[in-house]
Every structure is written in structure tokens, then in C-alpha cells.
């Protein structure tokens, strides 16, 4: 009976160690396998993104120049246009109406302080600014 035990005792010594023997195999084959996929992927990334700065990119800003060009000619083509308008329109909002439609009319604000004109930082408080002039004549 001994002896059926000993045997048992050997046979899953041995078993463990092709079992573990196999899992090495495996753990390396993989490692490998996985190591020379990521070799692939860098190549294969290198190469389109040579190619696309080769090939694509250019067409690419053929294809979008013009439409971003447009688009920026447009935006300043508009504030050009409203210029007038919101010149006439603000100084009623900032109640500043002597500086209603003037072209010299600022109206921004820097850290708090609001600069109405270039002619008069604060403001003109009487009626009719004495350096007054047209937006809508140039």
C-alpha cells in the first residue's frame, strides 16, 4: 500500500512539473507573440503617419484653407458692417448718449474700469461732446 502512495506522490510531482513547464512555454510563446505585434504597431503607425503628413495633410488644408479664409473674411466683413450699429446702440446701454453714433465711442471695460472714448476715458457729461463725430460718415 506504501508503495501506491509513493507512486501517487510521484506522479503529481510530475504532472505539476509539466503543467508548469507548459504555462512557461505558454507565458513566453505569448510574450513574444505580443512583443512582435507591438514591433508591428509602432512600424505600422510610423508609416501613416508619414503618409499622412505626405499625402493627406496637404489635401486636407487645400480642402480647408479657402473655407476658414471665407470664414474669417466673413467675420470681419460683419464687424466691419455692424460697426455703425453697435456704436449708435451701446452708448444707450452704458448711459452715455453724447457718445451715441461717435466714432471715437469705446465702450470696453479693463479690469473694471470702463474706457468710453479715446477722446474722453470717462465719458462726456454734457449733452453734446464737443469732439463728436460720425460713425456712419467716413
Known amino acids: 500500500m506504501e508503495n501506491w502512495s509513493v507512486d501517487f506522490s510521484k506522479m503529481l510531482e510530475a504532472m505539476v512539473k509539466e503543467v508548469e513547464q507548459f504555462l512557461t512555454d505558454t507565458a513566453k510563446d505569448i510574450s513574444e507573440a505580443v512583443d512582435a505585434f507591438v514591433e508591428a504597431s509602432e512600424e505600422i503607425v ?6 499622412f503628413e505626405a499625402e493627406i495633410e496637404p489635401r486636407i488644408n487645400e480642402f480647408l484653407d479657402p473655407i476658414l479664409e471665407a470664414y474669417l473674411g466673413f467675420e470681419i466683413v460683419v464687424e466691419e458692417t455692424t460697426q455703425p450699429v453697435v456704436r449708435s446702440i451701446e452708448p444707450f446701454l452704458n448711459e452715455h448718449p453724447a457718445c451715441v453714433g461717435c466714432r471715437h465711442y469705446h465702450g470696453q471695460s ?7 472714448c479715446g477722446m474722453h476715458p470717462y465719458g462726456w457729461e454734457g449733452e453734446k461732446c464737443p469732439d463728436w463725430q460720425s460713425t456712419w460718415l467716413e
Not at 510610423?46 to 503618409?51: G, I, L
Not at 479693463?110 to 474706457?115: S, V
Open 46 to 51: 510610423a508609416q501613416m503617419q508619414t503618409t
Open 110 to 116: 479693463y479690469g473694471g474700469t470702463m474706457l468710453v
